[in-house]
């Protein structure tokens, strides 16, 4: 939900994208980062860079369908973001416990989904990992690992057009019916279903 006062004096446009969009892991956790602060303020030095990477963005985004390929407005998504280096909460702010937490999730999500792993990885009681995720993201340790596999397997099926066993391959599900159970459990819908209804969308 983004809300917007007075703006009958602002000009620019708004680029508006899914959290799966980005097509590199460092763009995808940049945006999906629980404490990016609302205002990203760009030095002067790197306004070109920033610049060229927007017209480049709005003008294949203008193309013809079926002129380009469709990965190329991604990728040139992620060398925008990648561009605004966009600044985080003061660092001292966030809880230590969390920041290694996300980092090892983000590194190791494909493989282990339990919360026991992370713990026991990084040296804290289980109870203490819990306590930290909860401060800073208002969910669970399992939740937020969840969450992480579950947007993976959207960007998998939606952009990817991977099929349920190749996102089990993918995520470390033994096979396309546990993957299919877990994604329909937190999304509510099959992994099929999904898919189709976002390529229509």
């Not at 380009?68 to 966030?94: F, G, K, M, Q, V």
């Not at 989904?113 to 990992?129: C, E, I, M």
Request: net charge neutral.
């Amino acid at each position: 939900m983004h809300r917007w006062d007075d703006i009958t004096g602002v000009a620019g446009h708004v680029v508006l994208f899914v959290p799966t969009a980005p097509v590199t892991h460092a763009t995808r956790e940049l945006v999906a980062s629980p404490d990016l602060v609302a205002h990203w303020s760009i030095p002067d030095a790197d306004w070109p860079f920033v610049d060229t990477a927007r017209n480049h963005l709005l003008l294949e985004a203008s193309a013809p369908p079926g002129d380009i390929s469709t990965e190329l407005p991604e990728i040139l998504l992620s060398a925008l973001i990648a561009r605004l280096r966009p600044p985080h909460a003061d660092a001292r702010s966030i809880n230590p416990v969390f920041r290694l937490f996300r980092s090892s999730v983000e590194a190791h999500f494909r493989e282990h989904h339990d919360a026991g792993y992370y713990a026991r990885t990084l040296g804290y009681a289980p109870r203490t990992l819990s306590r930290a995720v909860q401060q800073v993201t208002g969910r669970s340790a399992k939740a937020y690992i969840v969450d992480r596999i579950v947007l993976e397997a959207k960007r998998l099926l939606a952009h990817d057009r991977l099929t349920a066993t190749a996102c089990a391959n993918t995520l470390g599900f033994p096979d396309a019916s546990n993957f299919s159970v877990f994604f329909r459990k937190a999304t509510g819908v099959r992994p099929g279903a999904w898919q189709a209804r976002a390529a229509v969308e």
